[in-house]
C-alpha cells in the first residue's frame, strides 16, 4: 500500500464548478506539499502545509494532522487548471531529506 | 533567476549507451533533489545532496547510476549502460532549507531503445 493516496485518480469537471481533490497518508510528517504537473512534464510547487489551511487565488489547501488528510479545493475552475496535481509528504524525524509522492489526480475542466 | 535548469530536456539513446544529465538549481539553494517519474506514477526519489555531500540514496539508485555535486552548485546524473526500464523523465529540484518550499526543472526525459 502507497503511503500517500490521492483521490480521485482522473477528475473531469465543468468549467466553473467547485473542485477538491484528496490527499490521505500513513505516517507521521513534518511537511505536505500539493503540486501541479502539466503534459511536458514541469513540477510547480502550490502549496507547502504542517498546519491548518493556506489560500492563493482560487486554490485552497488544507491539513488536518490527526487524521492524516489533506484537501487541494478549486474555486471557479478553469480549463487553464486542467493538470495532473500530486501530494507529497516529507517524513517527520531526523534525516527525512525525500519528498514521498502519491500517484496524482488527473484533473481535465472542460469549457 | 531562471530557476532550476535542466539539460538535455529530451534524451533518446540506444540500450548499453551512457548518459549523463545536468542540474542547475537555484542558486542559493543548498539542497538540491533527483527523482524519477514513469508514466502515470508520481515521481520517486533517488538522492539528495547538502551543498556538495550526498546525504542520502535510494535502492533504485542501482551500481549503474551515479549522481556528482562536485562544488555544490549544479549536479549530475549518470546513468551506465542502459536498459530500457531506464525509460523516464528525470526530474531535478532544489530547496534553500529543510521545510521550506522544493522548486522543479522541468525534467529531462529518457528513452531508451
Known amino acids: 500500500k502507497n503511503e500517500v493516496e490521492q483521490s480521485p485518480q482522473n477528475l473531469t469537471a465543468q468549467e466553473g464548478e467547485f473542485i477538491t481533490i484528496n490527499c490521505s497518508y500513513s505516517v507521521g510528517i513534518s511537511a505536505l506539499h500539493w503540486l501541479q504537473q502539466h503534459p511536458g512534464g514541469g513540477i510547480v510547487s502550490l502549496f507547502m502545509?504542517?498546519?491548518g489551511k493556506k489560500k492563493h487565488g482560487r486554490l485552497i489547501a488544507t491539513i488536518n494532522i490527526q487524521e492524516k488528510h489533506s484537501s487541494l479545493h478549486i474555486t471557479a475552475s478553469h480549463p487553464r487548471d486542467s493538470a495532473v496535481y500530486i501530494c507529497a509528504i516529507r517524513y517527520s524525524g531526523a534525516g527525512s531529506y525525500q519528498l514521498t509522492f502519491g500517484k496524482g489526480t488527473k484533473l481535465s475542466v472542460i469549457p | 533567476d531562471t530557476g532550476v535548469s535542466q539539460n538535455p530536456r529530451h534524451k533518446i539513446t540506444k540500450r548499453g549507451q551512457n548518459v549523463t544529465f545536468r542540474c542547475d538549481p537555484i542558486s542559493e539553494h543548498n539542497r538540491l533533489y533527483w527523482y524519477r517519474q514513469t508514466l502515470g506514477q508520481g515521481p520517486e526519489f533517488l538522492t539528495y545532496f547538502q551543498n556538495e555531500a550526498q546525504l542520502e540514496k535510494s535502492r533504485l539508485l542501482s551500481d549503474r547510476f551515479s549522481a556528482e555535486r562536485p562544488k555544490g552548485s549544479f549536479s549530475t546524473l549518470e546513468i551506465q549502460r542502459t536498459e530500457q526500464g531506464d525509460s523516464a523523465m528525470y526530474l531535478c529540484?532544489?530547496?534553500?532549507?529543510?521545510?521550506?518550499?522544493?522548486?522543479f526543472g522541468q525534467g529531462t526525459r529518457l528513452t531508451v531503445v
Open positions: 502545509l504542517s498546519s
Open positions: 529540484a532544489s530547496s534553500q532549507a529543510m521545510n521550506t518550499e522544493a522548486f
